[in-house]
């Protein structure tokens, strides 16, 4: 999906859940998706879990895990959800063992995608992924916090983080995919 | 693996329903609509949906951008165990992979969904 749809599909869901400050209450989003959201004890090499389907969906995300993945992991789950225009009807189940944020330049995911996997389509993790850094961190608000904090600075960063509840790495990404920094010659 | 001609049918299916259902960002089409922003003759797109023609790459992406999905989302070979091989395989190949724990999860939310609950997170 275009870069574009999907911040205003995020925008049009902040703004059905009324969420106009950070951190984003991923529990309204959740809610406001229909969405059936908890943090249960999984496997440790998963990272959550989606099932879909008569037009109900619920997702799970691993206890065991840091609370900040937590947080990713759901948004990611959440964003599957948004991606569909409707609730499936038809079965669905996602297992992620990696809803990781960071890919090696050199792992096609074309190439890891097996269609006997429980896993989405490398479409769909991609926009899924993409979507979850934008329901973190809306670009509206984000840029506006970033007028009071100067994102070069590494201690603003990590204000931004906590205020955002999301990982330095996280962060980092969404500035760099808006144009809000570059690397420094 | 389905063969090609259930293969087919199940695209012309999709691309029948997602035509004819709409939502709310997109009006229904009838098929000479559809056809001429897919780029094809409206009697190859009645062949298409019965999945009685073949359908070229270029129009599924088409089609594809028409309903603003994914082409994924037209093929049949969704990576997607339960959508093919019912919940119940599903529990047994979790647990064959040494996921009890997903295993567990996944049951309480099919449980979920049958007895109609509805999101409390």
């Known amino acids: ?185 | 693996m389905m063969d090609d001609h259930d293969l087919y049918k199940v695209m012309g299916e999709r691309i029948r329903s997602l035509r004819k259902s709409g939502t709310r960002h997109r009006p229904r089409m009838t098929q000479a609509e559809l056809a001429e922003l897919a780029g094809l003759e409206r009697s190859a797109l009645t062949y298409i949906e019965k999945g009685q023609q073949k359908l070229p790459v270029h129009s599924l992406l088409r089609i594809a951008e028409v309903f603003s999905v994914s082409p994924w989302d037209l093929v049949p070979l969704r990576p997607s165990v339960g959508a093919n091989l019912g919940i119940g395989t599903v529990v047994e190949t979790l647990r064959r992979d040494g996921r009890p724990l997903v295993a567990a999860a996944y049951i309480d939310c099919v449980a979920g969904e049958e007895t109609g609950a509805t999101n409390k997170s």
């Open chain 1, 1 to 185: 999906m275009l870069q574009t749809s999907l911040e205003s599909l995020v925008q049009q869901i902040l703004d059905s859940c009324s969420l106009v400050s950070p951190p984003i209450d991923l529990d309204a989003v959740a809610h406001h998706l229909e969405v059936n959201i908890k943090s249960v004890e999984l496997e440790d090499d998963i990272s959550g879990f989606l099932v879909a389907g008569q037009g109900r969906t619920a997702a799970r995300v691993n206890a065991r895990h840091q609370a900040t993945h937590q947080r990713w992991a759901k948004a990611q789950l959440l964003g599957y959800r948004a991606l569909f225009s409707h609730a499936p009807t038809e079965h669905r189940f996602i297992l992620d063992t990696n809803l990781a944020l960071l890919r090696r330049t050199d792992a096609l995911e074309t190439g890891s995608w097996k269609a006997a996997e429980y896993s989405a389509t490398p479409v769909e993790r991609s926009d899924a992924r993409q979507l979850a850094l934008a329901l973190l961190m809306p670009s509206k608000l984000l840029m506006a916090e970033t007028v009071r904090h100067d994102p070069t600075s590494e201690l603003a960063l990590a204000e931004l983080a906590r205020k955002f509840d999301v990982s330095s790495v996280a962060l980092m990404l969404r500035l760099l995919q808006l144009g809000i920094v570059q690397p420094a010659a």
